[in-house]
């Protein structure tokens, strides 16, 4: 199994910048990919970032290119997300996500809150 723990989500004004922080740990050896979703009041989880560990290789969803930065430290097992120019609609919960090589390696955080104020 594997566990993940995020950190960070805080109250911050619109157009600051905010890091989001997951560390990994267990069966890490799993892991082929990491990510970002969120969720917002009344709303339907959805992708923000994903990050292939062996490659690098990102995919950000449309809303938040340009201004969200997903990225992994391996020695370290953690994954982080860096939010620049926040918006109010960037508001929700923050949920860390890793998967594996099957349906069963597929693992997510408690999340983590993000409170933008306008």
């Known amino acids: 199994q594997v566990q993940l723990v995020e950190s960070g989500g805080v109250l911050v004004q619109a157009g600051g910048s905010l890091r989001l922080t997951c560390v990994a740990s267990?069966?890490?050896?799993?892991?082929?990919?990491m990510g970002w979703y969120r969720q917002a009041p009344g709303k339907q989880r959805e992708e923000v970032a994903v990050?292939?560990?062996?490659?690098?290789?990102?995919n950000y969803a449309d809303s938040v290119k340009g201004r969200f930065t997903i990225s992994r430290d391996n020695a370290k097992n953690t994954e982080y997300l860096q939010m620049n120019s926040l918006k109010p609609e960037d508001q929700a919960d923050y949920y860390c996500?890793?998967?594996?090589?099957?349906?069963?390696?597929?693992?997510w955080g408690q999340g983590t809150q993000v409170t933008v104020s306008s």
């Open positions: 996500n890793s998967v594996g090589p099957g349906p069963k390696y597929d693992y």
């Open positions: 990050i292939i560990t062996s490659s690098g290789k990102t």
């Open positions: 267990g069966d890490i050896s799993t892991i082929k990919a």
